[in-house]
């Protein structure tokens, strides 16, 4: 069987200067995501999640 995507499991999350800040393993692939700035957070696709589609806060210390 084909495999139909290859996806990263992980983000790597910098602040807005462009400094790493870390890294976030999601512990799904990732299809696709983007940005939500009016609710601070991101919203994400996953590549084999049922559901595929999920949202996380931005709400957290980045540095901890």
Do not use: H
């Not at 790597?12 to 940005?35: P, R």
């Amino acid at each position: 069987k084909r495999q139909r995507a290859v996806g990263s499991t992980q983000m790597i999350i910098f602040d807005i200067d462009g400094n790493y800040i870390k890294n976030m393993d999601l512990g799904e692939e990732i299809a696709w995501f983007a940005i939500d700035e009016v609710n601070n957070r991101v919203i994400v696709n996953f590549i084999y999640s049922d559901p595929s589609l999920c949202y996380f806060d931005l709400n957290f210390d980045l540095y901890d």
